[in-house]
T-cell receptor
Framework: EDQVTQSPEALRLQEGESSSLNCSYT??????LFWYRQDPGKGPEFLFT???AGEEKEKERLKATLTKKESFLHITAPKPEDSATYLC?????????FGTGTRLKVLA | DVKVTQSSRYLVKRTGEKVFLECVQD?????MFWYRQDPGLGLRLIYF???????EKGDIPEGYSVSREKKERFSLILESASTNQTSMYLC????????????FGAGSRLTVL
């Protein structure tokens, strides 16, 4: 069964305290893994797509990596404005399987 | 940038009412999707459409129907709203080939009393 599990469910960091979010997945025929950011009451906003093991993408303080079983979203020296829920999703044929997200809170 | 617009951000309806949620995208995307998002359950696919007048059931289609008469517009219909349909509804679109990124709208928060 295709499945995506994100951990931890919630994470509190001090400003500048780097950490990583995990996305473990099982899917037959991975076509892509996606990271989204979602602010309260809003729709998910696209961050990264990863297609194959070993691939890495970076954007400002965020870096996403991919292995055959999991992906990590590394946050370096986070700021309060990085506080959000981060969603991971994998793509099958037409369907996407979403994790339940990691709620990140960065304290000033 | 692709824009997906959900016209109703917040709705409050009574049990048994018919509810229409509208979604419009402006970048000629072939595929459109409706999800609902509930705490602890993540995003669950209700219906998707791969082209005009085409529709496919997702994982939780019961109690919902959809309409896609024009390429840019995908409507979600709750024929008789129930309290267990209180949720955040998210519309998304994508091109059918090449990049497979889903672009989401801002969401429609529906409360059924």
């Amino acid at each position: 069964e295709d499945q995506v599990t994100q951990s931890p469910e919630a994470l509190r960091l001090q400003e500048g305290e780097s950490s990583s979010l995990n996305c473990s997945y099982t899917v037959s025929g991975l076509r892509g893994l996606f990271w989204y950011r979602q602010d309260p009451g809003k729709g998910p906003e696209f961050l990264f797509t990863l297609y194959s093991a070993g691939e890495e993408k970076e954007k400002e303080r965020l870096k996403a990596t991919l292995t055959k079983k999991e992906s990590f979203l590394h946050i370096t020296a986070p700021k309060p404005e990085d506080s959000a829920t981060y969603l991971c999703a994998v793509q099958g044929t037409y369907k996407y399987i979403f994790g339940t997200g990691t709620r990140l809170k960065v304290l000033a | 940038d692709v824009k997906v617009t959900q016209s109703s951000r917040y709705l409050v309806k009574r049990t048994g009412e018919k509810v229409f949620l509208e979604c419009v995208q402006d970048m000629d995307h072939e595929n459109m999707f409706w999800y609902r998002q509930d705490p602890g359950l993540g995003l669950r696919l209700i219906y998707f459409s791969y082209d005009v007048k085409m529709k496919e059931k997702g994982d939780i289609p019961e109690g919902y129907s959809v309409s896609r008469e024009k390429k840019e517009r995908f409507s979600l219909i709750l024929e008789s709203a129930s309290t267990n349909q209180t949720s955040m509804y998210l519309c998304a679109s994508r091109v059918s080939s090449g990049a497979n990124v889903l672009t989401f709208g801002a969401g429609s928060r529906l409360t059924v009393l």
